[in-house]
């Protein structure tokens, strides 16, 4: 018999009883991304609500300006602003109870302080005074993570270390549109998918990873389909309706802490500025580029829409502006008195047992530092 007539008698039987592993289609997110702002869904937003992401949005989007100005007094070394990004930033911090976790990535100052950690102490790292500059159990908020996704299997941990203890808490991770290519993004889902951890990823799509647009980033159908591999559920959401944010962060971390797992969400965006003030955006992006996103402006949108409804007039735009301005001024004065640094600390919590070279370094440095201020004494 021929090789071609063994094959034509060879009739394979389907795998045993293969069936999928679980239902893809309620894992699938939504064909566009979710709205409440401008929708009939808006009517029944709590006003209140609605009013407190306005007031921090506000505040938000001035801390943005604030923080780039700092830059360019040479009082920070680096800034990466949200500005346009403000309603993911507030959104993430207010669905979380005191006892959850926020894992932030550089980006995201806004979330930490909108979280409670103090406004100039969240910028220590990006001064370049010391290492988080906030204590990270204070308030549960990890450091600002500048290594892409890094921040996503110490959520992980976390949130599945919590529940064999039996506490209660839930992590909630911020990634951009760039850190979903890092084998750290992969690796984090996938555990977290396996273990059910109470984890919740937001994935802020901001269009760029410096200069390289999504489409080079992905081919993905979005980011959230992304989710479907790992078996999560994956959610698409206007990424500017501070809303539909907060509805939807709020549900994925309850349905986290009922011991439904983990959820990915996407939120869809656009980064305004540039990606630091070390960066020029006319290089990659043209101005009508941005100008489309303009009209759909995270402070914009909750504007029109509490206006629209009669539950903001123009005195209390006016005071949420007159708050802000408050907290630049004092934002602007604190950081414009010098940190109070120790070169000594370079060496502090290297290593457990400094090595050898290290403990040469720092001989050095003690002695140069003494005789710098004998020197100053005459
Ligand atoms: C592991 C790692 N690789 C590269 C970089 C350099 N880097 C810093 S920011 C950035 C772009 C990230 O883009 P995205 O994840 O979309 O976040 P965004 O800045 O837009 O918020 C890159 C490549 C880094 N910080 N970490
Ligand atoms: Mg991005």
Not at 103 to 119: I, K
Not at 197 to 217: D, T
């Amino acid at each position: 018999m021929t090789v071609m007539e063994q094959r034509g008698a060879y009739r394979p039987a389907p795998p045993p009883a293969w069936q999928p592993r679980t239902d893809p289609a309620p894992l699938l997110p939504d064909a566009e991304p979710y709205r409440v702002l401008g929708t009939e869904a808006a009517t029944k937003a709590d006003p209140e609500l609605l009013l407190r992401l306005y007031a921090q949005l506000v505040r938000g989007r001035r801390y943005n300006t604030q923080a780039t100005a700092l830059t360019k007094q040479g009082r920070l070394a680096v800034y990466p602003s949200s500005t346009g990004q403000e309603a993911c930033e507030i959104a993430a911090a207010l669905v979380l109870q005191d006892r959850d976790w926020l894992f932030p990535s550089y980006r995201d100052t806004l979330a930490v302080v909108a979280r409670g950690v103090d406004p100039v102490e969240a910028l220590t790292l990006l001064r370049g005074d010391w290492h988080t500059g906030y204590d990270p159990y204070a308030h549960r908020v990890a450091p600002l993570s500048t290594p892409l996704a890094t921040q996503l299997p110490h959520a992980v941990g976390l949130a599945h270390a919590a529940r064999l203890k039996g506490d209660d808490v839930v992590a909630l991770a911020m990634v951009g549109d760039g850190g979903t290519s890092e084998g750290d993004f992969h690796e984090a889902l996938n555990f977290a998918a396996v273990w059910r951890a109470p984890v919740v990823f937001l994935v802020q799509n901001n269009g760029f990873a410096i200069s390289v647009p999504l489409a080079k980033q992905t081919a993905a159908p979005s980011l959230a389909h992304k989710a479907v591999g790992y078996g999560m559920p994956g959610r698409l959401v206007d990424g500017n309706d501070a809303a539909a944010l907060h509805e939807v962060l709020a549900d994925v971390v309850r349905h986290a802490r009922e011991g439904g797992g983990p959820t990915l969400v996407e939120a869809v965006t656009y980064r305004m500025d540039a990606h630091t003030n070390a960066d020029d955006a006319t290089r990659y992006r043209t101005d009508a580029d941005v100008a489309a996103w303009r009209d759909h402006d995270p402070v914009l949108l909750l504007e029109r829409e509490l206006t629209g409804r009669g539950l903001l007039d123009e005195d209390a735009v006016t005071a949420a502006r007159e708050d802000a301005e408050t907290m630049a001024a004092e934002l602007r004065d604190r950081m414009n008195r010098d940190a109070e640094t120790d070169p000594m600390d370079l060496f502090a919590h290297v290593y457990a047992e400094p090595t050898p070279q290290l403990r040469e370094q720092r001989a050095l440095l003690r002695a140069e530092l003494a005789a710098e201020r004998e020197g100053g004494d005459r």
